[in-house]
């Protein structure tokens, strides 16, 4: 019992001592907690452990322990579908790594909910996401080639495809559909995610068109940690067609 309530009062502590510390700054180690305290390791991990689960530090393989700020990321189709841009409005820094770029032919579900023909071309899009510089997300974006012809020069230059999406195609992207669940990621998504396969994490699926238009431009899949993010869904109503659009007879759900 002892030992039980050190390792408490030592997170206690330390949870006190980085409470106003920003997001991504280095925590003392195990050895040093250890040191500090005059415990042995397994009190000092158990501490650690204890911070980790009520979210406030996150240990990154090979670099460390460093304070942890779960975001409120918002799902609203009032706000830009931009995850840079959700990132800034929480208050924090985003930043995105492309891991791949590929063509990748239409089918099944994915022609169905870009509404294109089964083998249309697209882009498939991979990208690590990262909220003030600590892995934060892994996805799949796709990208039909008549939306965007050339993805991959415009992405190494621009982190943000909603960004590219207004400045290169004249479109105004807003968030027509979206569905969230709390799911095991297979395994590479969890080694992608630097996460064990046996943790839920978040999935964020959803569908952009153009506001004037009506067009489907892009869909995507998002698996979020849940130790940084929090998924926050504001129910805004049914996404609203404009009128006269060619796409006005189709529904999303």
Not at 58 to 81: H, M, W
Not at 143 to 164: G, W, Y
Request: proline share 7%; aromatic share 4%.
């Amino acid at each position: 019992m002892a030992n039980q309530s050190r390792y408490v009062e030592i997170a206690n502590l330390v949870a006190a001592e980085i409470a106003d510390r920003p997001a991504g700054t280095r925590v003392a180690s195990e050895h040093e907690i250890a040191a500090r305290f005059g415990v042995g390791r397994a009190a000092a991990r158990a501490a650690v452990q204890e911070l980790e689960s009520r979210l406030l530090v996150r240990r990154t393989r090979g670099a460390g322990t460093f304070v942890n700020r779960p975001i409120d990321y918002v799902l609203s189709q009032a706000k830009s579908p931009s995850m840079h841009e959700t990132i800034r409005q929480a208050g924090s820094t985003p930043r995105t790594v492309v891991r791949d770029v590929r063509p990748l032919p239409l089918t099944g579900s994915l022609a169905a909910r870009l509404e294109r023909p089964e083998g249309s071309p697209a882009h498939l899009l991979i990208r690590q996401s990262y909220i003030d510089g600590l892995l934060s997300g892994w996805t799949n974006e796709w990208i039909p080639t008549d939306v965007l012809p050339e993805v991959s020069t415009a992405v190494h230059a621009v982190e943000s495809l909603d960004a590219i999406l207004r400045q290169m195609c004249g479109a105004q992207p807003v968030r027509a559909w979206c569905r969230v669940s709390y799911t095991l990621p297979e395994p590479d998504i969890a080694a992608n995610l630097e996460t064990e396969s046996g943790r839920p994490v978040w999935l964020v699926e959803s569908l952009s068109r153009d506001l004037r238009t009506g067009r489907a431009l892009m869909c995507s899949s998002t698996w979020s940690r849940p130790d940084s993010t929090r998924i926050i869904v504001e129910m805004d109503g049914p996404w609203k067609q404009p009128e006269g659009t060619e796409h006005g007879r189709h529904a999303d759900t």
